[in-house]
């Protein structure tokens, strides 16, 4: 948590109006979308003017979160995301802790600006860009984060059903349904007041999970069909070629949860999901690990990323074949040291 002389100062801006503005990282996911909206939805009712600022375009299954509509995105509207930034009297940076994670064009324009910043995030290593800092890896999500930062300043009263609804999505989606580790009794006892305060959690659950598009299942049959086995190294991959991508028409989103399968055979403690965009020239990466398997360490040392201990995202520059080969090479280098 932020130190208690943090919080007073903190708590004193927000005494009185203030022009406030929200950012996540790239390609924001249910924890990014979810503490953001929750915290807008929260600093709403104390009269700030509050925007929430997202560097790309937001996954479908997410439009139905409470004020997404108003969501500014910086590549789609850049001079009016530029102009809100610009006149902000303090800055929320929500699940990252580098402004690089809002993309190179974003993250060199807020590189540019003397506002005081607010991080709060649950990843590793944070850069030194906030006057504010709450880092903490213990978290599981931010949005769990974001309820105890609310609780910090005496606003739980705040936390109506938009709110609520909000940061639930986040924790939901974030500790895998309640399975990952970070699952504490501390997120069950934040999640019952959230439930209390109104959240609907099967209606949530349905709106994430139970979506899906004829296109998005068949990608997903054809990401199973590429899944390979490395039962030497206790791993396993998926590859998604643009070409497959465009043969079942690709939404953003559509990829969302699926390297999550390579964990589920027996015997595999380390998967990855290898997905060419062809548009940006690069290969983008997402790993997940179970028990003492480090991809965050891993994702750093090889693949121009980083995140979590047992889920880390990376990218490459390299070719599909070249980035697979890469992988394997690295991770049998890895198992051989």
């Not at 068949?218 to 490395?230: D, E, M, V």
């Not at 991959?237 to 964990?263: A, C, P, R, W």
Request: aromatic share 10%; hydrophobic share 35%.
């Amino acid at each position: 948590m932020f130190s208690q002389s943090e919080l007073s100062e903190i708590k004193h801006i927000l005494s009185t109006p203030k022009k406030i503005t929200i950012v996540s990282h790239r390609n924001p996911d249910g924890d990014a979308m979810g503490s953001s909206l929750g915290l807008l939805n929260t600093l709403k009712q104390l009269n700030h003017e509050v925007f929430y600022v997202s560097p790309n375009e937001f996954p479908d299954f997410l439009a139905w979160l409470p004020n997404s509509k108003d969501v500014v995105v910086f590549e789609r509207e850049t001079e009016k995301a530029k102009a809100i930034l610009s006149n902000s009297d303090l800055i929320f940076t929500l699940d990252f802790n580098a402004l690089h994670r809002t993309g190179d064009f974003m993250g060199s324009y807020l590189e540019t600006l003397s506002i005081p910043m607010v991080l709060i995030d649950h990843h590793e290593l944070p850069d030194n860009y906030a006057k504010y800092l709450f880092s903490d890896t213990s978290y599981g999500s931010t949005c769990q984060m974001i309820y105890d930062f609310i609780n910090a300043l005496d606003f739980n009263p705040l936390i109506n059903k938009d709110v609520a609804t909000c940061i639930y999505t986040g924790i939901l989606t974030d500790s895998g349904g309640f399975r990952f580790p970070k699952t504490t009794p501390a997120t069950h006892h934040c999640v019952a007041d959230l439930i209390e305060k109104g959240v609907n959690n099967s209606e949530v659950y349905n709106l994430l999970y139970d979506n899906s598009t004829y296109n998005r299942l068949q990608l997903l049959g054809k990401a199973l069909q590429n899944l390979r086995i490395l039962p030497d190294l206790h791993a396993s991959y998926i590859t998604l070629s643009q070409e497959e991508l465009d043969m079942f028409h690709y939404q953003k989103g559509d990829t969302e949860g699926i390297v999550n399968y390579g964990l589920t055979i027996k015997d595999v403690f380390i998967t990855a999901i290898f997905i060419e965009n062809k548009e940006e020239g690069i290969i983008k990466i997402s790993f997940r690990s179970q028990g003492n398997y480090d991809v965050n360490k891993f994702a750093r040392m090889y693949f121009n990323g980083g995140g979590h201990i047992n889920a880390a995202g990376g990218k490459s520059f390299s070719s599909l074949e070249e980035t697979v080969n890469q992988f394997i090479a690295n991770l049998a280098n890895l198992n051989h040291q």
